[in-house]
């Protein structure tokens, strides 16, 4: 593998959901009426905060939800789920470059530029896995009437 193939391997598929995404999510949370209290329940306390408002959540919990109220409206809580976000499944580039950089070269090298790339695209896998930013919360944005009692 040339060392600017291996530079732009490094660079681009290391962590790609870790780079693009980071360990937290901004959601934004909305109510009609505004001015709801929201209790955010995702691994750490976090203060409550008013609506419109926007959350930083981490993407690595097991269980996630918030909780809005407002005197003289039920309350309502909204539930996370989580899904594999679509820049995680971008670490596969490492080793399709360097499958794609050997086979340029015709050579018995071919195959050590194959796992060079597979390393490199595995790190960033492990990278993505370990801090959470493979993860994306959803919903990604909160909106909701609040029914009076």
Partial sequence: MNLKTLIAVVLFTQGCATLHNGRHQSVSVTSDPAGATVDVHCGKAQPPALTPATLRLPRKVEECSIVLSKPGF?????VFDTSVSRWFWANFAGPIIG??????RHSD??????????FVGGVGFAVDAITGAMWELEPARVERK???K
């Fill in 109 to 118: 090298l071919a195959f050590i530029d194959f796992l060079a790339g597979a």
């Fill in 74 to 78: 039920q309350s309502e809580t909204v």
């Fill in 146 to 148: 609040l029914v009076p």
């Fill in 99 to 104: 499958g794609a950089s050997g086979a340029t």
